[in-house]
């Protein structure tokens, strides 16, 4: 499967928030995308499990925050 990457690193709020809101609005059935943060985006996660979105976060050794999202 492919996925894309929105790198909202080094961005200032709520840029990062933006960028992921419009990914997801992008995303189709069974898509899913990888968004690369500098922070733990709390609001954004609680966002997509109310929502019902796949996610998986994951902290990279250079101590980025990697989320893959999905839309159901």
């Known amino acids: 499967m492919n996925t894309s990457i929105v790198d909202a690193r080094g961005l200032e709020p709520p840029e990062p928030f933006e960028r992921a809101m419009e990914a997801l609005a992008d995303l189709q059935p069974g898509q899913q995308f990888t968004l690369l ?35 159901p």
């Open 37 to 71: 943060l500098d922070r733990m985006p709390h609001p954004l996660l609680r966002m997509l499990d109310r929502d019902g979105y796949r996610n998986e976060v994951n902290i990279r050794d250079d101590g980025a925050v990697e989320i893959l999202i999905g839309r």
